[in-house]
């Protein structure tokens, strides 16, 4: 087999789960800005069926990370009760199958197709800003409420960024790194004690997203939060750690094809809008305003720095891991929290 045969394993994969019929052909439709593998299986009798195959991090989390996602699309209720796709289950467990074969280990889970109605527009109007706000509350609090009943997650943000300060004492992590392990320490040291400071621990935690880009959602003709695809980052946090892509979907550029990970569209106008209308309905606390700043810190140390290479292709990941340290570190100090707890009156 190829080191990246893809295809051939969803068909032992497939074939784990139902052997009664086979698998007619594997259509790769995968983001072309990212290495993640997404593939539309299409079945001997047609039938259709999308598989997600992975390949970082560790089989457990993966595996973890989707038995809670399941759990999250069956326990919310209306009106988002469809709005995650259903994965397959086999002997009432989620349904995941491991590929090992020489140096390749990879893991794969399938779900069933999910619908897809309107992508709001590159650049929002007011009037879908302020609907988005809403929206963004509502989804937030029904997952809040549904947090209650699913499984634990044995990640937290404490051992994410544990886990990048072991990686930089290892020979990988300072050959990656090298030049740059100081700035990377300081920066984890920064966010541990600021976490700390505001308390994070005593946040709501719920299962969020992270990656709320234009294209990850759809919504129905009157905006409402309709289906969202692609869980690559998604984690049981506090429900800052999504404000950071609401931010940029509310943006003046709008959605681009060619992006960066600056900080501000977080002081935009156009985000203090989606604040107000996201706060009358969820009210934020001010730590949880405070804490926007580490939530960005945060994402870049673990998204951009640690797990870059493996959710953008090589030459995208060398320009935002070299953004990182010329830009956006830099930057991190430019977030005014107070801006934002005056627009809020907190």
């Not at 990686?167 to 541990?192: A, P, S």
């Not at 830009?327 to 707890?341: H, Q, T, V």
């Amino acid at each position: 087999m190829r080191l990246k045969d893809y295809p051939e394993i969803i068909r032992k994969a497939w074939a784990g789960f139902d052997n009664s019929i086979g698998v007619k052909f594997v259509e790769d439709i995968s983001a072309k800005v990212s290495t993640n593998h997404v593939f539309r299986v299409t079945l001997d009798n047609d039938d259709k069926v999308v598989a997600k195959l992975s390949y970082f991090g560790k089989y457990e989390h993966f595996k973890e990370d989707h038995r809670i996602i399941q759990a999250l699309s069956n326990n919310l209720l209306y009106p988002f009760e469809n709005v995650l796709a259903k994965s397959l289950v086999k002997n009432n467990q989620v349904y995941t199958y491991r590929y090992q074969e020489d140096f390749v280990d990879t893991w794969v889970v399938f779900y069933n197709p999910i619908r897809a109605m309107n992508r709001m527009p590159r650049r929002l109007e007011e009037e879908h800003i302020r609907k988005l706000g809403t929206e963004a509350a509502k989804f937030h609090q029904a997952c809040f409420r549904a947090s209650r009943s699913i499984p634990k997650s044995s990640k937290n943000l404490r051992t994410d960024i544990h886990h990048l300060l072991e990686i930089l004492e290892t020979d990988t992590g300072q050959y990656e790194h090298r030049g740059y392990i100081n700035i990377l320490k300081k920066q984890c040291d920064i966010f541990m004690k600021n976490i700390q400071r505001l308390n994070v621990s005593s946040f709501d935690l719920m299962p969020v997203f992270v990656d709320w880009n234009i294209g990850n959602f759809s919504v129905t003709d009157d905006l409402k939060l309709f289906s969202r695809w692609d869980y690559d980052w998604f984690r049981v946090s506090s429900r800052v750690m999504d404000f950071y892509f609401f931010s940029r979907v509310c943006s003046n550029v709008g959605d681009r094809t060619v992006f960066s990970y600056l900080i501000g569209p977080l002081m935009e106008e156009r985000f203090m809008i989606f604040l107000q209308e996201y706060h009358r309905v969820y009210p934020l606390t001010e730590n949880e305003v405070r804490f926007m700043k580490e939530a960005y810190r945060f994402f870049i140390l673990n998204y951009v720095i640690k797990y870059g290479k493996y959710f953008f292709h090589r030459s995208y990941c060398t320009k935002l891991q070299r953004e990182a340290y010329e830009l956006y570190f830099p930057s991190i100090d430019g977030f005014d929290a107070d801006k934002i707890l005056r627009t809020l009156k907190i």
